[in-house]
């Protein structure tokens, strides 16, 4: 399944697969978006599957707007495997605190 992108104003939706194979699309599209915007929303409801490759790439823009003190939400249940990506990473957060 291929990936689709779709965006309004800051609003963006995920749509198909999100893998190695396509994870240069996903780059491309938010290469330097906290440039240009503050916040941004990315929907991941349409997000049939994903690879490891994907999943690090969605943290490397959560990441990324940490670093940058930008708001990036992520809305939608999506796939299972980046909703298990980010649990992880809090419980390991709060465990450390």
Not at 15 to 43: V, Y
Not at 44 to 58: C, F, N, Q, Y
Not at 65 to 91: A, M, P, W, Y
């Amino acid at each position: 399944m291929d990936l689709e992108i779709t965006h309004s104003n800051n609003f963006f939706r995920v749509k198909g697969s999100l893998d190695r194979n396509n994870i240069h699309l996903f780059k491309s599209k938010f290469r330097n978006i906290f440039e240009k915007a503050n916040a941004i929303t990315i929907s991941i409801e349409d997000l049939k599957s994903i690879d490891r490759h994907g999943v690090t790439a969605i943290a490397q823009l959560h990441n990324e707007s940490i670093i940058k003190q930008k708001r990036l939400s992520i809305i939608g249940l999506g796939c299972q495997d980046v909703f298990n990506h980010f649990k992880t990473k809090e419980s390991q957060t709060s465990t450390a605190a």
